[in-house]
Protein backbone atom coordinates (compact mmCIF):
# COMPACT_ATOMS: atom_id res chain seq x y z
CA UNK A 1 0.00 0.00 0.00
CA UNK A 2 1.40 3.17 -1.13
CA UNK A 3 2.43 6.37 1.50
CA UNK A 4 -0.98 8.52 -0.03
CA UNK A 5 -3.19 5.24 0.63
CA UNK A 6 -1.91 4.62 4.24
CA UNK A 7 -2.61 8.38 5.22
CA UNK A 8 -5.86 8.78 3.57
CA UNK A 9 -6.94 5.66 5.56
CA UNK A 10 -5.86 7.50 8.46
CA UNK A 11 -7.84 10.45 7.38
CA UNK A 12 -10.88 8.68 6.46
CA UNK A 13 -11.17 7.04 10.06
CA UNK A 14 -11.21 10.85 11.68
CA UNK A 15 -13.20 13.42 11.30
CA UNK A 16 -14.53 13.97 7.65
CA UNK A 17 -12.92 17.14 6.05
CA UNK A 18 -14.60 20.57 6.23
CA UNK A 19 -12.75 21.78 2.65
CA UNK A 20 -10.61 19.50 0.70
CA UNK A 21 -8.15 21.15 -1.51
CA UNK A 22 -9.00 20.50 -5.56
CA UNK A 23 -6.49 20.32 -7.70
CA UNK A 24 -7.79 19.92 -11.64
CA UNK A 25 -5.04 18.77 -13.98
CA UNK A 26 -6.10 19.62 -17.16
CA UNK A 27 -4.34 17.56 -20.86
CA UNK A 28 -4.44 19.05 -24.15
CA UNK A 29 -5.08 17.32 -27.32
CA UNK A 30 -5.48 14.01 -25.74
CA UNK A 31 -7.68 11.14 -25.61
CA UNK A 32 -7.76 7.76 -23.58
CA UNK A 33 -4.38 6.44 -24.81
CA UNK A 34 -3.52 4.89 -21.01
CA UNK A 35 -2.74 1.92 -20.00
CA UNK A 36 -5.89 1.38 -17.17
CA UNK A 37 -7.79 2.44 -20.42
CA UNK A 38 -6.36 -0.47 -22.44
CA UNK A 39 -3.36 1.25 -24.20
CA UNK A 40 -1.02 -1.95 -24.76
CA UNK A 41 1.82 0.28 -27.26
CA UNK A 42 3.07 1.81 -24.13
CA UNK A 43 3.11 2.09 -20.68
CA UNK A 44 2.11 5.00 -18.01
CA UNK A 45 2.39 3.44 -14.87
CA UNK A 46 1.32 6.58 -13.47
CA UNK A 47 -1.92 7.73 -14.29
CA UNK A 48 -2.28 3.79 -13.75
CA UNK A 49 -1.91 4.21 -10.13
CA UNK A 50 -3.63 7.20 -9.87
CA UNK A 51 -6.69 4.85 -11.26
CA UNK A 52 -6.26 2.31 -8.77
CA UNK A 53 -5.70 4.53 -5.97
CA UNK A 54 -9.34 6.31 -7.11
CA UNK A 55 -11.77 5.96 -9.86
CA UNK A 56 -12.14 5.73 -13.13
CA UNK A 57 -14.73 6.57 -15.45
CA UNK A 58 -14.78 4.51 -19.20
CA UNK A 59 -17.18 6.82 -20.61
CA UNK A 60 -16.35 10.23 -19.81
CA UNK A 61 -16.95 12.61 -22.52
CA UNK A 62 -16.49 16.83 -23.77
CA UNK A 63 -18.79 19.14 -24.74
CA UNK A 64 -17.14 20.25 -27.42
CA UNK A 65 -13.96 18.98 -29.37
CA UNK A 66 -11.89 21.97 -29.46
CA UNK A 67 -9.93 23.99 -27.06
CA UNK A 68 -12.13 27.48 -26.82
CA UNK A 69 -15.28 26.09 -26.18
CA UNK A 70 -14.50 22.74 -23.81
CA UNK A 71 -12.60 25.33 -21.49
CA UNK A 72 -15.71 27.78 -21.39
CA UNK A 73 -17.78 24.77 -20.81
CA UNK A 74 -15.55 23.13 -18.00
CA UNK A 75 -14.69 26.40 -16.30
CA UNK A 76 -18.53 27.73 -15.63
CA UNK A 77 -19.54 23.93 -15.63
CA UNK A 78 -22.17 24.68 -17.94
CA UNK A 79 -22.64 23.73 -22.13
CA UNK A 80 -20.38 26.01 -24.03
CA UNK A 81 -23.79 26.21 -26.72
CA UNK A 82 -25.80 27.84 -23.48
CA UNK A 83 -23.28 30.25 -22.64
CA UNK A 84 -22.39 31.67 -26.19
CA UNK A 85 -19.40 30.57 -25.92
CA UNK A 86 -19.31 27.57 -28.71
CA UNK A 87 -17.57 29.31 -31.57
CA UNK A 88 -14.04 28.27 -31.39
CA UNK A 89 -11.77 31.16 -30.28
CA UNK A 90 -14.25 33.64 -30.47
CA UNK A 91 -14.98 37.03 -29.02
CA UNK A 92 -11.01 37.83 -29.44
CA UNK A 93 -11.94 40.77 -31.57
CA UNK A 94 -14.23 43.98 -30.93
CA UNK A 95 -17.24 41.93 -30.81
CA UNK A 96 -16.56 41.12 -27.05
CA UNK A 97 -18.48 37.93 -25.63
CA UNK A 98 -19.80 38.30 -21.59
CA UNK A 99 -21.22 35.36 -19.44
CA UNK A 100 -25.44 35.67 -19.08
CA UNK A 101 -26.73 37.15 -15.62
CA UNK A 102 -26.27 34.72 -12.52
CA UNK A 103 -23.13 32.46 -14.46
CA UNK A 104 -19.81 32.43 -13.23
CA UNK A 105 -16.74 30.82 -13.09
CA UNK A 106 -15.79 27.67 -10.53
CA UNK A 107 -12.99 29.25 -9.40
CA UNK A 108 -14.30 32.29 -8.43
CA UNK A 109 -16.95 30.46 -6.78
CA UNK A 110 -13.91 28.85 -4.93
CA UNK A 111 -12.58 32.25 -3.80
CA UNK A 112 -15.14 33.89 -2.74
CA UNK A 113 -15.33 30.64 -0.18
CA UNK A 114 -12.05 31.50 1.27
CA UNK A 115 -10.04 28.96 -1.57
CA UNK A 116 -6.79 30.14 -2.54
CA UNK A 117 -7.14 29.83 -6.30
CA UNK A 118 -3.92 29.32 -8.67
CA UNK A 119 -3.88 28.09 -12.14
CA UNK A 120 -0.31 26.97 -13.53
CA UNK A 121 1.75 24.71 -16.32
CA UNK A 122 4.22 22.29 -15.03
CA UNK A 123 6.93 22.76 -13.76
CA UNK A 124 5.28 25.46 -11.79
CA UNK A 125 6.36 28.96 -12.85
CA UNK A 126 5.25 32.45 -11.86
CA UNK A 127 3.48 31.91 -15.90
CA UNK A 128 -0.11 31.41 -15.74
CA UNK A 129 -1.67 27.72 -17.29
CA UNK A 130 -3.43 28.24 -19.82
CA UNK A 131 -6.86 29.42 -19.57
CA UNK A 132 -8.40 29.67 -23.85
CA UNK A 133 -12.13 30.84 -22.28
CA UNK A 134 -14.53 32.85 -25.24
CA UNK A 135 -15.50 35.07 -22.90
CA UNK A 136 -14.61 38.19 -20.97
CA UNK A 137 -13.37 37.74 -17.24
CA UNK A 138 -10.88 39.06 -14.98
CA UNK A 139 -8.21 37.56 -13.46
CA UNK A 140 -8.09 39.26 -10.69
CA UNK A 141 -11.28 37.84 -9.40
CA UNK A 142 -10.67 34.52 -10.69
CA UNK A 143 -7.12 33.97 -9.80
CA UNK A 144 -5.20 34.18 -7.06
CA UNK A 145 -1.70 32.69 -8.28
CA UNK A 146 0.09 30.00 -10.42
CA UNK A 147 1.30 27.40 -7.73
CA UNK A 148 -0.51 26.46 -4.37
CA UNK A 149 2.34 26.77 -2.58
CA UNK A 150 1.48 30.60 -2.38
CA UNK A 151 -1.73 30.12 -0.18
CA UNK A 152 -1.82 31.36 3.44
CA UNK A 153 -1.18 29.11 6.18
CA UNK A 154 -4.16 26.61 6.46
CA UNK A 155 -5.92 27.84 3.42
CA UNK A 156 -7.44 25.30 1.26
CA UNK A 157 -6.86 25.40 -2.44
CA UNK A 158 -8.47 25.07 -6.00
CA UNK A 159 -5.74 24.80 -8.57
CA UNK A 160 -5.57 24.10 -11.80
CA UNK A 161 -2.22 22.53 -13.36
CA UNK A 162 -2.31 22.67 -17.08
CA UNK A 163 -0.30 20.41 -19.59
CA UNK A 164 0.50 20.69 -22.89
CA UNK A 165 -0.26 17.05 -23.93
CA UNK A 166 -0.84 15.98 -27.71
CA UNK A 167 0.21 19.43 -28.75
CA UNK A 168 4.22 18.85 -27.90
CA UNK A 169 4.16 16.74 -31.56
CA UNK A 170 3.14 20.14 -33.07
CA UNK A 171 2.35 20.38 -36.84
CA UNK A 172 5.84 18.09 -38.29
CA UNK A 173 6.58 14.46 -37.85
CA UNK A 174 9.76 15.06 -35.83
CA UNK A 175 8.85 14.85 -31.82
CA UNK A 176 9.47 17.41 -29.25
CA UNK A 177 13.26 18.05 -28.10
CA UNK A 178 11.98 18.41 -24.58
CA UNK A 179 9.76 14.86 -24.60
CA UNK A 180 13.14 13.09 -26.43
CA UNK A 181 15.39 14.07 -23.65
CA UNK A 182 13.05 13.40 -21.11
CA UNK A 183 12.09 9.73 -22.20
CA UNK A 184 15.16 8.73 -24.08
CA UNK A 185 13.87 6.05 -25.87
CA UNK A 186 10.76 6.98 -28.32
CA UNK A 187 7.94 4.56 -29.79
CA UNK A 188 8.80 2.96 -32.48
CA UNK A 189 6.28 3.55 -35.62
CA UNK A 190 6.07 -0.09 -36.49
CA UNK A 191 4.81 -1.00 -33.23
CA UNK A 192 1.44 1.63 -33.30
CA UNK A 193 -2.14 0.30 -33.75
CA UNK A 194 -4.16 2.57 -36.22
CA UNK A 195 -8.00 2.77 -36.45
CA UNK A 196 -9.02 1.59 -39.97
CA UNK A 197 -10.14 5.20 -40.95
CA UNK A 198 -6.49 6.17 -41.60
CA UNK A 199 -3.97 4.67 -44.39
CA UNK A 200 -1.31 2.68 -43.49
CA UNK A 201 1.08 5.51 -44.12
CA UNK A 202 4.67 6.24 -42.63
CA UNK A 203 3.63 9.91 -42.18
CA UNK A 204 0.26 8.70 -40.39
CA UNK A 205 2.39 6.13 -38.12
CA UNK A 206 5.54 8.61 -37.40
CA UNK A 207 2.78 11.30 -36.28
CA UNK A 208 0.75 8.71 -34.25
CA UNK A 209 4.05 7.13 -32.42
CA UNK A 210 5.01 10.70 -31.52
CA UNK A 211 1.25 11.47 -30.08
CA UNK A 212 1.79 7.76 -27.72
CA UNK A 213 5.07 9.56 -26.62
CA UNK A 214 3.33 12.75 -26.15
CA UNK A 215 0.93 10.39 -23.44
CA UNK A 216 3.81 9.01 -22.15
CA UNK A 217 5.47 12.29 -20.89
CA UNK A 218 2.50 13.30 -19.81
CA UNK A 219 2.12 10.38 -17.63
CA UNK A 220 5.35 11.31 -16.00
CA UNK A 221 4.64 14.93 -15.64
CA UNK A 222 1.37 12.85 -13.38
CA UNK A 223 3.75 11.31 -11.73
CA UNK A 224 5.69 14.50 -10.51
CA UNK A 225 2.91 16.43 -9.93
CA UNK A 226 1.41 13.52 -7.06
CA UNK A 227 5.11 13.13 -5.86
CA UNK A 228 4.66 17.20 -5.31
CA UNK A 229 1.42 16.69 -3.37
CA UNK A 230 2.96 13.53 -0.90
CA UNK A 231 6.06 16.32 -0.75
CA UNK A 232 3.89 19.29 0.35
CA UNK A 233 1.89 16.86 2.92
CA UNK A 234 -1.52 17.35 1.25
CA UNK A 235 -1.72 14.03 -0.69
CA UNK A 236 -4.52 12.64 1.44
CA UNK A 237 -6.61 15.65 1.57
CA UNK A 238 -6.42 16.77 -1.92
CA UNK A 239 -9.15 15.61 -4.43
CA UNK A 240 -7.38 15.14 -7.95
CA UNK A 241 -9.05 15.16 -10.77
CA UNK A 242 -7.05 14.41 -14.28
CA UNK A 243 -8.65 15.02 -17.66
CA UNK A 244 -8.07 15.93 -20.99
CA UNK A 245 -9.95 18.97 -22.96
CA UNK A 246 -10.97 16.84 -26.12
CA UNK A 247 -9.14 13.83 -27.97
CA UNK A 248 -6.35 13.95 -30.33
CA UNK A 249 -5.99 16.40 -32.61
CA UNK A 250 -6.23 14.26 -36.02
CA UNK A 251 -8.99 13.92 -39.28
CA UNK A 252 -11.35 12.13 -37.19
CA UNK A 253 -10.58 13.26 -33.24
CA UNK A 254 -10.14 17.02 -32.22
CA UNK A 255 -12.80 19.24 -33.93
CA UNK A 256 -15.37 16.11 -34.49
CA UNK A 257 -18.03 14.68 -32.48
CA UNK A 258 -16.58 11.20 -32.91
CA UNK A 259 -15.42 9.21 -30.19
CA UNK A 260 -11.83 9.80 -31.17
CA UNK A 261 -12.64 13.49 -30.51
CA UNK A 262 -15.05 13.75 -27.42
CA UNK A 263 -14.33 10.79 -25.64
CA UNK A 264 -11.92 11.77 -22.90
CA UNK A 265 -10.35 9.74 -19.65
CA UNK A 266 -11.38 10.83 -16.39
CA UNK A 267 -9.53 9.46 -13.06
CA UNK A 268 -11.00 10.89 -9.66
CA UNK A 269 -8.65 10.09 -6.60
CA UNK A 270 -9.25 11.50 -2.77
CA UNK A 271 -11.83 12.10 -0.21
CA UNK A 272 -15.01 10.71 -1.77
CA UNK A 273 -14.11 9.08 -4.72
CA UNK A 274 -13.88 5.12 -4.10
CA UNK A 275 -11.34 3.29 -4.39
CA UNK A 276 -10.35 0.94 -7.43
CA UNK A 277 -13.67 1.67 -8.82
CA UNK A 278 -14.09 1.86 -12.24
CA UNK A 279 -17.67 3.64 -13.15
CA UNK A 280 -19.03 2.75 -16.50
CA UNK A 281 -21.99 5.54 -16.37
CA UNK A 282 -21.80 8.23 -18.73
CA UNK A 283 -20.32 12.01 -17.54
CA UNK A 284 -19.62 14.71 -19.19
CA UNK A 285 -16.48 16.79 -18.41
CA UNK A 286 -18.28 19.90 -17.37
CA UNK A 287 -19.16 17.59 -14.00
CA UNK A 288 -16.21 18.34 -12.37
CA UNK A 289 -17.54 21.68 -11.38
CA UNK A 290 -20.59 20.65 -9.39
CA UNK A 291 -18.72 17.54 -8.11
CA UNK A 292 -15.39 19.75 -6.54
CA UNK A 293 -18.06 22.31 -5.45
CA UNK A 294 -19.87 20.04 -3.59
CA UNK A 295 -16.74 17.99 -2.30
CA UNK A 296 -15.95 21.64 -1.23
CA UNK A 297 -19.17 22.37 0.74
CA UNK A 298 -20.18 25.19 -1.70
CA UNK A 299 -23.15 25.50 -2.71
CA UNK A 300 -23.49 24.62 -6.89
CA UNK A 301 -25.36 27.59 -8.56
CA UNK A 302 -28.50 26.94 -9.90
CA UNK A 303 -29.36 26.38 -13.51
CA UNK A 304 -25.45 25.16 -13.75
CA UNK A 305 -25.76 21.76 -16.24
CA UNK A 306 -22.78 19.68 -14.25
CA UNK A 307 -23.85 17.00 -11.78
CA UNK A 308 -21.85 15.91 -8.72
CA UNK A 309 -20.84 12.45 -9.63
CA UNK A 310 -19.66 11.38 -6.31
CA UNK A 311 -23.04 12.19 -4.60
CA UNK A 312 -24.86 9.64 -2.86
CA UNK A 313 -28.40 10.64 -4.62
CA UNK A 314 -26.42 10.88 -8.06
CA UNK A 315 -28.74 10.33 -10.77
CA UNK A 316 -26.49 9.09 -14.07
CA UNK A 317 -27.01 10.85 -17.28
CA UNK A 318 -29.71 8.54 -19.68
CA UNK A 319 -27.22 10.22 -22.35
CA UNK A 320 -24.00 12.70 -23.04
CA UNK A 321 -24.45 15.73 -25.57
CA UNK A 322 -21.66 17.47 -27.87
CA UNK A 323 -21.14 20.38 -30.15
CA UNK A 324 -19.03 21.75 -33.03
CA UNK A 325 -18.91 25.08 -34.52
CA UNK A 326 -17.06 27.37 -36.05
CA UNK A 327 -13.60 26.61 -35.47
CA UNK A 328 -11.10 29.50 -36.45
CA UNK A 329 -12.39 30.57 -39.92
CA UNK A 330 -14.29 27.21 -40.79
CA UNK A 331 -18.03 27.62 -40.22
CA UNK A 332 -19.25 24.27 -39.12
CA UNK A 333 -22.66 23.53 -37.16
CA UNK A 334 -22.74 19.61 -36.08
CA UNK A 335 -24.50 18.05 -32.77
CA UNK A 336 -24.28 15.08 -30.86
CA UNK A 337 -25.93 12.63 -28.74
CA UNK A 338 -24.85 9.85 -27.52
CA UNK A 339 -25.99 6.65 -24.84
CA UNK A 340 -24.09 3.34 -24.06
CA UNK A 341 -25.52 2.13 -26.65
CA UNK A 342 -25.99 4.37 -29.96
CA UNK A 343 -24.09 7.55 -31.43
CA UNK A 344 -25.92 10.08 -33.24
CA UNK A 345 -24.68 13.09 -34.97
CA UNK A 346 -27.11 15.64 -37.04
CA UNK A 347 -24.51 17.59 -39.72
CA UNK A 348 -26.62 21.01 -40.31
CA UNK A 349 -24.26 21.75 -43.27
CA UNK A 350 -24.33 18.18 -45.00
CA UNK A 351 -23.46 20.12 -48.58
CA UNK A 352 -19.87 20.96 -47.16
CA UNK A 353 -16.82 17.75 -46.54
CA UNK A 354 -15.79 16.17 -43.69
CA UNK A 355 -12.16 17.95 -43.96
CA UNK A 356 -13.30 21.00 -44.72
CA UNK A 357 -9.96 22.99 -45.30
CA UNK A 358 -8.86 24.87 -41.55
CA UNK A 359 -5.61 26.93 -41.88
CA UNK A 360 -4.57 25.69 -38.41
CA UNK A 361 -5.29 21.38 -39.61
CA UNK A 362 -3.72 22.47 -43.04
CA UNK A 363 -0.96 23.15 -41.51
CA UNK A 364 0.28 19.83 -39.99
CA UNK A 365 1.80 17.14 -42.03
CA UNK A 366 -1.00 14.83 -41.21
CA UNK A 367 -3.64 16.44 -42.73
CA UNK A 368 -1.08 17.45 -45.93
CA UNK A 369 -0.48 13.88 -46.27
CA UNK A 370 -3.97 12.73 -46.46
CA UNK A 371 -4.64 15.59 -49.30
CA UNK A 372 -1.67 14.09 -50.95
CA UNK A 373 -2.73 10.81 -51.20
CA UNK A 374 -6.59 11.47 -51.85
CA UNK A 375 -5.53 14.25 -54.58
CA UNK A 376 -3.03 11.32 -56.16
CA UNK A 377 -5.89 8.87 -56.64
CA UNK A 378 -3.80 6.32 -53.79
CA UNK A 379 -5.81 6.95 -50.86
CA UNK A 380 -8.58 4.13 -51.20
CA UNK A 381 -11.43 2.07 -48.71
CA UNK A 382 -12.60 3.95 -45.61
CA UNK A 383 -9.95 6.81 -45.24
CA UNK A 384 -11.06 8.02 -48.94
CA UNK A 385 -14.69 7.19 -48.08
CA UNK A 386 -14.94 8.48 -45.06
CA UNK A 387 -12.46 11.80 -44.92
CA UNK A 388 -13.11 12.75 -48.47
CA UNK A 389 -16.60 12.40 -49.26
CA UNK A 390 -17.74 15.53 -51.18
CA UNK A 391 -20.93 15.57 -49.06
CA UNK A 392 -21.86 14.11 -45.95
CA UNK A 393 -25.20 12.64 -44.59
CA UNK A 394 -27.48 14.91 -42.85
CA UNK A 395 -27.47 12.44 -39.98
CA UNK A 396 -25.05 9.61 -38.63
CA UNK A 397 -26.51 6.74 -36.46
CA UNK A 398 -23.74 4.15 -34.62
CA UNK A 399 -24.10 0.99 -32.97
CA UNK A 400 -21.12 1.08 -31.01
CA UNK A 401 -21.34 -2.21 -29.43
CA UNK A 402 -21.22 -3.25 -33.00
CA UNK A 403 -19.40 -0.65 -34.56
CA UNK A 404 -16.89 1.43 -31.81
CA UNK A 405 -14.99 2.75 -34.72
CA UNK A 406 -17.78 4.70 -35.83
CA UNK A 407 -17.63 3.60 -40.24
CA UNK A 408 -20.64 2.09 -40.29
CA UNK A 409 -23.88 4.69 -40.82
CA UNK A 410 -27.10 3.19 -39.74
CA UNK A 411 -29.43 6.36 -40.32
CA UNK A 412 -30.96 5.33 -43.87
CA UNK A 413 -31.06 1.35 -42.83
CA UNK A 414 -35.31 0.80 -42.14
CA UNK A 415 -34.05 -1.48 -39.56
CA UNK A 416 -32.53 0.85 -37.03
CA UNK A 417 -36.03 3.61 -37.60
CA UNK A 418 -36.85 3.55 -33.61
CA UNK A 419 -33.04 3.77 -32.61
CA UNK A 420 -32.53 6.74 -35.28
CA UNK A 421 -36.19 8.48 -33.75
CA UNK A 422 -35.36 7.85 -30.23
CA UNK A 423 -31.93 10.02 -30.47
CA UNK A 424 -33.11 12.36 -32.62
CA UNK A 425 -35.65 13.19 -29.78
CA UNK A 426 -32.95 13.17 -27.41
CA UNK A 427 -31.19 15.92 -29.42
CA UNK A 428 -34.10 18.18 -30.21
CA UNK A 429 -35.28 17.96 -26.55
CA UNK A 430 -31.46 18.97 -25.22
CA UNK A 431 -31.15 21.62 -27.97
CA UNK A 432 -34.65 23.11 -26.50
CA UNK A 433 -34.09 22.52 -22.71
CA UNK A 434 -30.61 24.00 -22.25
CA UNK A 435 -31.02 27.08 -25.14
CA UNK A 436 -28.52 26.21 -27.86
CA UNK A 437 -27.54 29.34 -29.38
CA UNK A 438 -25.56 27.36 -32.29
CA UNK A 439 -29.74 27.27 -33.31
CA UNK A 440 -28.72 30.88 -34.71
CA UNK A 441 -26.09 31.94 -37.48
CA UNK A 442 -23.05 33.64 -35.90
CA UNK A 443 -23.13 37.16 -37.12
CA UNK A 444 -20.80 38.29 -39.74
CA UNK A 445 -20.13 41.24 -37.47
CA UNK A 446 -18.47 38.90 -34.82
CA UNK A 447 -17.02 36.46 -37.44
CA UNK A 448 -15.02 39.49 -39.59
CA UNK A 449 -14.06 40.73 -36.34
CA UNK A 450 -12.64 37.63 -34.78
CA UNK A 451 -11.22 36.89 -38.27
CA UNK A 452 -9.55 40.44 -38.27
CA UNK A 453 -7.39 39.46 -34.90
CA UNK A 454 -6.71 35.70 -36.70
CA UNK A 455 -5.44 36.96 -39.87
CA UNK A 456 -2.89 39.48 -37.49
CA UNK A 457 -1.64 36.04 -35.91
CA UNK A 458 -0.91 34.49 -38.88
CA UNK A 459 1.39 37.05 -40.40
CA UNK A 460 4.18 35.43 -38.86
CA UNK A 461 3.63 32.53 -41.44
CA UNK A 462 3.47 33.23 -45.14
CA UNK A 463 2.06 29.83 -45.92
CA UNK A 464 -0.89 30.10 -43.30
CA UNK A 465 -1.80 33.50 -44.01
CA UNK A 466 -2.26 32.20 -47.50
CA UNK A 467 -4.14 29.30 -46.56
CA UNK A 468 -6.85 30.80 -44.44
CA UNK A 469 -6.93 33.52 -47.07
CA UNK A 470 -7.83 31.05 -49.49
CA UNK A 471 -10.16 29.55 -46.86
CA UNK A 472 -11.92 32.34 -45.99
CA UNK A 473 -13.11 33.23 -49.41
CA UNK A 474 -14.54 29.50 -50.14
CA UNK A 475 -16.35 29.54 -46.67
CA UNK A 476 -18.29 32.62 -48.05
CA UNK A 477 -18.54 31.28 -51.20
CA UNK A 478 -20.01 28.26 -49.96
CA UNK A 479 -22.88 30.52 -47.54
CA UNK A 480 -23.50 32.52 -50.22
CA UNK A 481 -23.94 29.23 -52.19
CA UNK A 482 -26.70 27.80 -49.12
CA UNK A 483 -24.00 24.90 -48.28
Known amino acids: MTKY ?19 WIVVDDMSANFGCYGEKTIETPNLDRLAREG ?4 KAFTTAPVCSPSRSALITGRYQTSIGAHHHRSGRGADKITLPEGVDTVPALFRRAGYFTSIGSWPMSKQPGKTDYNFEWESKAVYDGTDWADRKKGQPFFAQVQLHGGKYRGNGTTQSPIVKKALGTLTAPEAVKLPPYYPDDPVIRQDWANYLDDVRYTDLQVGQILKRLEEDGVAADTLVFFITDHGISHARGKQFLYDEGAHIPLVVRGPGAAVGAVRTDLVEHIDLAATSLAAAGIEIPKGMHSRDVLAKDYRPREAVFAARDRCDETVEHLRMARTSTWKYIRNFLPKRPHLQPNAYKDSKAIVKRLRELHGSGKLTGLPEQLLFAPERAPEEL ?31 RWMEETGDQGRVPETEKRYDSDMAVYLKELTKSPEGLQILEANIALMKKWAAEGK
Open 55 to 58: TRFS
Open 5 to 23: LLALSVLLAGAPLEKPNIL
Open 398 to 428: YDLEADPFEVRNLAADPSHEAALKEMRGRLD
